[in-house]
């Protein structure tokens, strides 16, 4: 008799294209995002379509599901709180820090919106943001082993980590937190020369290789401290 599969639906939603992904028994079978579907650019809301896509694909209903796991500690507001924070300065830092335990508390409030926008009831987990960066690199890759760097705006607090996958574990050893952040930084660039935060990223990226480095010198002395070993620190004087 054949063993039954395993199912893991994996979802990430309510910050900037939500998606959903669907593994058996260890292997991705089906991955897409909410706005292919809604044709809403950046769709952020719950990925009711997304999901529906990948249980269709899988041949599956919610209850032949194992596990469903949300791709970090839950921030509805956190969004709302961090873009004001980027697009809208000067809302500063100090609103901010005072709003993140709110979120933080939400986490099992996300698990109720879960049940109930999927009318779901078995279990869900809620991975560490960089966690889910780490995993969705290591696991796909073709090492049995290898040392993990992630890099992004912000998780919950980690907006840099590094760590060790061996097999199906994953280990992060150290990490740099908010506000000391490399994705945020450039997110602040993006905003600068006049494109959306967390939508325009990627076209400054290519549009980099076209120009000089003439103020790699003024951003490192100004922007950025980097220490020999590779950490750094945002200089905040010149954010708020
Ligand atoms: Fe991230």
């Known amino acids: 008799m054949n063993k039954r599969a395993k199912y893991i639906l994996g979802i990430s939603a309510y910050y900037h294209d939500s998606a959903a992904c669907i593994v058996k028994d260890g292997e991705i079978l089906a991955a897409a995002q909410e706005e292919r579907f809604t044709r809403i650019k ?4 719950f990925p009711k379509n997304a999901i529906k896509f990948c249980l269709d694909y899988a041949g599956i209903d919610n209850s032949q599901l194992d596990l469903v796991a949300f791709y970090d500690k839950p921030f509805l507001k956190f969004e709302r709180i961090l873009e004001t924070y980027l697009t809208y300065a000067p809302v500063g830092i100090k609103s901010f820090l005072k709003a993140m335990p ?8 996300m698990k109720e919106l879960i049940y109930k926008k999927m009318n779901y009831n078995g279990k869900i987990i809620f991975p560490e943001h960089h966690e889910s960066h780490a995993a969705s690199a290591f696991y796909p890759s073709p090492y049995n082993e290898a040392a ?7 998780g919950e607090w980690t907006t840099t980590s590094y760590g060790i996958g061996k097999d199906n574990h994953i280990e992060l050893l150290a990490d740099i937190k908010f506000p000391h952040s490399l994705g945020l930084l450039y997110s602040a660039f993006t905003y600068y020369i006049g494109f959306k935060v967390n939508s325009g990223e990627y076209k400054v990226m290519g549009l980099a290789p076209y120009g000089e ?4 010198d003024l951003i490192c002395d100004h ?3 980097i220490k020999e070993d590779g950490s750094f620190r945002i200089k905040m004087d010149y954010f708020n």
């Open 148 to 154: 993990i760097l992630t890099m992004d705006g912000v």
């Open 42 to 45: 950046h769709d952020h809301r």
């Open 223 to 225: 922007l950025i401290d």
């Open 102 to 109: 709110l979120w933080i508390k939400e986490k099992i409030w």
């Open 213 to 216: 480095p003439k103020y790699k």
